[in-house]
């Protein structure tokens, strides 16, 4: 399989900051994407993120969030849950689209544009190292997390 290094980009994150890619690089990096704050599905993975998340540190791994809601959304739906990582807002879209999430989907009947749910894992240079895309919240933070302790990174 060819290297794949994932290009820089910036994006605002809770907190009042900005996440930078090339800034986190040095750990391995868990980036999730999710449809929407405070729906069932996203709900549910985010929970189990972050009750996974201190054996993602334990592995020397950092885990942020994205979607395309808005930094007030996410900093609601952060602390309502609390969530000990960062959530990033993508608003214009343009890691969605670097990552190839964006998707048609089926939702009452009607096509919309949405996040399919996907997981990349990078190595410490930024190496895209694993890609779930299509995936079912339950049980996935788990398997991630396996992924990223096989690393030995």
């Known amino acids: 399989m060819p290297v794949q290094v994932v290009a820089d980009f910036t994006l605002p994150a809770t907190g009042g900051t900005a996440f930078n890619l090339a800034a986190a690089r040095g750990k ?17 993975e985010s929970q189990q993120f972050r009750d996974l998340y201190a054996d993602f540190r334990k592995a020397g791994c950092e885990v942020v969030g994205i979607s395309r809601d808005s930094i007030k959304s996410h900093e609601s739906f952060k602390a309502r849950f609390d969530m000990p ?12 689209e670097q ?21 990349f894992v990078l190595d410490k240079r930024d190496v895209l190292r694993r890609e779930w895309r ?3 919240a339950d049980g996935h933070a788990r398997e991630v997390l396996e992924f990223v302790q096989s690393l030995n990174i």
Do not use: H, W
């Open 99 to 119: 990552f190839g999430v964006i998707k048609l989907k089926n939702m009452y009947g009607k096509q919309v544009r949405g996040i399919e749910r996907s997981t």
């Open 28 to 44: 391995p990096l868990v980036i999730y994407f999710y449809p929407k704050d405070n729906t069932p599905g996203c709900t549910m």
């Open 134 to 136: 299509g995936v079912k």
């Open 85 to 96: 990582f960062a959530l990033l807002s993508d608003a214009e879209e343009t890691v969605c």
